[in-house]
């Protein structure tokens, strides 16, 4: 079964960190590029950032750069969001995606995890 | 300009047609792909590239591109068709992707 897990949300403080992980089975993960989208309570999805096949490639939208890090370890299957310096208007739903085409980053997300929730709140 | 817009809400007749749009200048070069998302869950792709379906997702389902505005047609609306539905494309760089605000389809 192709599916990915976020874990890794929580409450947070502002200005701490917190990493998400994001699990992928029942496909080769290796072979595609993934996105992380989030989603503040009640409103809309936002591109939060990619990253390529192989980890050589990253974007991030520009609300999160400088401030937040992608990277992936093929051998675990497994994406990461490393969030520093974080503020209120980060809390959201954070959801891995995948990118549907296996060959270069489309923004087309074919399979979508179920989410992982951080608060950022004092 | 890296702006998505879309209406906020729309509505169709049960069985009826609708159009769903998102306009940018961003589809003047790239595809947009298009999401269902219903109370709780996951967004749900539904359309890709020139007019792509997933497996699974009805042929109801279909998407046109035109200048700068991207459509979602929805032909013959079912009841289970009711959710939030966004556009995402990519910015004018081509390496940072842009979602559409979100329309709220009823079905009536």
């Known amino acids: 079964q192709v599916q990915l897990e976020e874990s890794g949300g929580g409450v947070v403080q502002p200005g701490r960190s917190l990493r998400l992980s994001c699990a992928a089975s029942g496909f080769t993960f290796s072979r595609s590029a993934v996105h992380w989208v989030r989603q503040a309570p009640g409103k809309g999805l936002e591109w939060v950032g990619v990253i390529s096949y192989d980890g050589s490639n990253k974007y991030y939208g520009g609300s999160v750069r400088g401030r937040f890090r992608i990277s992936r370890d093929n051998s675990k299957n497994t994406l990461y969001l490393q969030m520093n310096s974080l503020r209120v208007e980060d809390t959201a739903i954070y959801y891995c995606?995948?990118?549907?085409?296996?060959?270069?980053?489309?923004?087309?997300?074919?399979?979508w995890g179920q989410g992982t929730m951080v608060t950022v709140s004092s | 300009s890296s702006e998505v817009t879309q209406d906020p809400a729309v509505s169709v007749a049960l069985g009826q047609t609708v159009t769903i749009t998102c306009q940018g200048d961003?589809?003047?070069?790239?595809?947009a792909s298009w999401y269902q998302q219903k109370p709780g869950q996951a967004p749900l792709l539904v359309i890709f590239g020139a007019n792509n379906r997933p497996s699974g997702i009805p042929d109801r389902f279909s998407g046109s591109q035109s200048g700068n505005t991207a459509s979602l047609i929805i032909t013959g609306a079912q009841a289970e068709d009711e959710a939030d539905y966004y556009c995402c494309s990519r910015d004018s760089s081509g390496n940072r992707g842009v979602f559409g605000g979100g329309t709220k389809l009823t079905v009536l």
């Open positions: 961003s589809f003047r070069s790239y595809y």
């Open positions: 995606a995948r990118d549907w085409d296996s060959s270069s980053p489309t923004w087309a997300f074919d399979i």
